[in-house]
C-alpha cells in the first residue's frame, strides 16, 4: 500500500477482497473511507491501521491472503520469520519485569544487528503502538510494534525474540499475563503486514506456544521457529 489514497478497486486489489462486499462494510462504518465526488476514497495509513486490528481475529486462510496481497519481494518468503530471527536476536530467558523493560530489552536486542539506527524513536513509536492498541493475546503472546513503518529510524526488517520466566501485565484484553514476545521491526508497509500475517498463522498452530515455552534456549526457540513456519508453508 505505497499511495497515500486509493479507491475502491484498489482497495479490493490490495485486500484480495470483493469490491461489492468491500463497499457494503465501508457504507457501514465497518472500514474506514470518505465518498469525494460520489466515489470511495482511502488513506493507505487508516487502512494499514484498520487491516492490522482485523488481524487478530483472521483465520489462517485469511492471513494466508494478506500474505499473498502484501508480497515481500526482497525476503526468503518461504523462511520469512526464521530468516529475520537469527539466535543472536533471541533472549532466553529475558530478564524483564515490567512492561517498558521489556520493550526497552528487545529493542537493545534488536540493535545487535546494526540496523536501528535511532532506538529512542523506536522506543516511542513502540510505546505510542502500545497505548493505542496492546499487542498481547490472551494466550500470553505478545507482538509489540510500531503503527507505522521507521523507514528513518531503521534500515532492514527485525524481529527480536525473548520470553520472562514468569508473566507480566502487558494489556491483554481479559488481563491475563504475558511472557512470550516478539518485536517486528520494519521499514515498509508490506514486510510489515506480511511478517504479522505469518507469525499469526504460526500462532494458531495447535502446540506453537507451548513449544516456544518449553524451550530453554534460543537454539532450541530457533528450532521451534523453524519447525512452525515449515508447518505453516505446508499448509
Known sequence: MEHESYSLDDLARQLGRDKRELEKLVSRGRIPGRKVNGEWLFNSTEITHWLEQEMRSYSTIELERVEQTHPT?????????????????????????????????LIEIAGRTWQIWEPSAVLTAVQEREEAYPTAFDNGVAIPHPRNPLSDAVGEPVIAYGRTLTGIPFGSDRGGLTDIFFLVICSDTATHLSVLARLGRMLQLPDFVDLLREANTPQETRQVIIEAEKQVAEQ
Do not use: G
Not at 519481494?73 to 526464521?82: A, F, P
Not at 543472536?88 to 517498558?100: G, H, I, N, S
Open 73 to 105: 519481494t526482497q525476503l526468503d518468503s518461504e523462511h520469512l520469520i526464521s530468516s529475520l530471527m537469527p539466535e543472536e536476536l533471541m533472549e532466553v530467558p529475558l530478564d524483564a519485569r515490567t512492561k517498558r523493560s521489556v520493550l526497552e530489552s
